[in-house]
């Protein structure tokens, strides 16, 4: 009797136990779930005193939503006093690019920008940047590549090789083609011409008002040539050689404190406190997996394998690196 007696205490005393030490772990984990979420968004804490805001554009240009919403609040923002744009982008897709060029040049009737170039700025990168009213670049950037393509396959050779045909009805010769399918005719080739003419006239004068420049001297460096930081400062396509202090510096010349702190203004998607994406993207970053997997991607070149219609990108063979 005294041995059941004994028994029944003992199995008190280890629900007790349980009970403090289930407790415990939920409180830690509420704890560390509150820590890290805190982390995520340490970048904003701030944002609602006066500030200069910093916005990243990085990797192949899209037609990206949330970052056309992201410069509109700047934008809109009492409290950010001028704004950087960080740029290292070897472009992408013409209309992704005139989108943040129409909405970076709204934000200059507001608030002075300016843009940095990091690694790289061609193409739709530099028509981003010359969308701003400064552009600072390293002497070893890469700035430039002005011009447009549009990039089709042909696969007839693998077709014949493997035996297989494509058929199909058409309402006319040019619906649907140039095709991977078919050999290209001389009457597609004008047709995709007369696209890629129209949107590199049109990116030229971009240029051409941007930096103050006369067509004719655009047209010179405009035949997709890539150029140092020092020799596009020489062929006026960037205004300063150097990094995030010479940006400080001319805002300053505009009238924006010197004092004010830079703060990055991140994508706000899916980064609620308890978000498995965004506690994902934390331990990811704690861990250097976000910059294992940016490198990947770039080194691959993933992010532009799915880019359709007309591009305004530089694509070579191996990237420079810093």
């Not at 939920?26 to 805001?53: E, K, N, Q």
């Not at 061609?122 to 430039?144: E, F, K, L, N, W």
């Not at 770039?298 to 532009?304: E, K, L, S």
């Amino acid at each position: 009797m005294a041995q059941r007696a004994d028994d029944i205490i003992d199995r008190r005393r280890l629900r007790r136990k349980l009970t403090f030490w289930r407790a415990f772990g939920l409180l830690a984990l509420v704890l560390a779930v509150a820590a890290l979420a805190s982390w995520t968004m340490r970048d904003t804490l701030g944002a609602s005193a006066p500030h200069i805001a910093k916005i990243k554009i990085e990797g192949t240009i899209t037609e990206d939503d949330e970052l056309l919403k992201r410069i509109k609040r700047v934008s809109e923002n009492d409290q950010v006093a001028g704004v950087i744009f960080w740029i290292n982008s070897p472009g992408g897709t013409t209309a992704g690019g005139e989108a943040l060029f129409e909405a970076i040049r709204t934000l200059s009737a507001k608030k002075p920008v300016v843009a940095q170039v990091g690694t790289l700025a061609a193409s739709a990168g530099y028509m981003i940047a010359s969308a701003t009213d400064h552009i600072v670049a390293r002497q070893s950037s890469i700035v430039g590549s002005i011009g447009v393509l549009v990039q089709y396959p042909d696969v007839t050779g693998l077709m014949d090789n493997i035996g297989v045909k494509v058929e199909g009805v058409k309402s006319s010769p040019l619906k649907a083609e140039p095709s991977p399918f078919t050999p290209t005719t001389e009457e597609e080739r004008a047709m995709i011409r007369a696209l890629v003419m129209d949107s590199y006239d049109w990116f030229v004068g971009l240029v051409e008002d941007r930096r103050g420049m006369s067509r004719e001297e655009v047209l010179q460096i405009a035949d997709g040539s890539i150029f140092t930081g020092r020799q596009a400062l020489e062929r006026r396509l960037v205004d300063t050689l150097g990094g995030e202090e010479k940006a400080l510096e001319w805002l300053a010349s505009k009238g924006v404190d010197a004092e004010l702190s830079v703060i990055e203004w991140k994508s706000t998607e899916n980064q609620g406190l308890f978000s498995p994406l965004a506690l994902a993207r934390a331990a990811g970053a704690f861990l250097g997996l976000d910059q294992l997997a940016s490198q990947l991607v770039a080194t691959t070149g993933a992010d532009r394998m799915f880019l359709d219609g007309l591009l305004s990108v530089w694509q070579p063979a191996h990237g420079l690196g810093d």
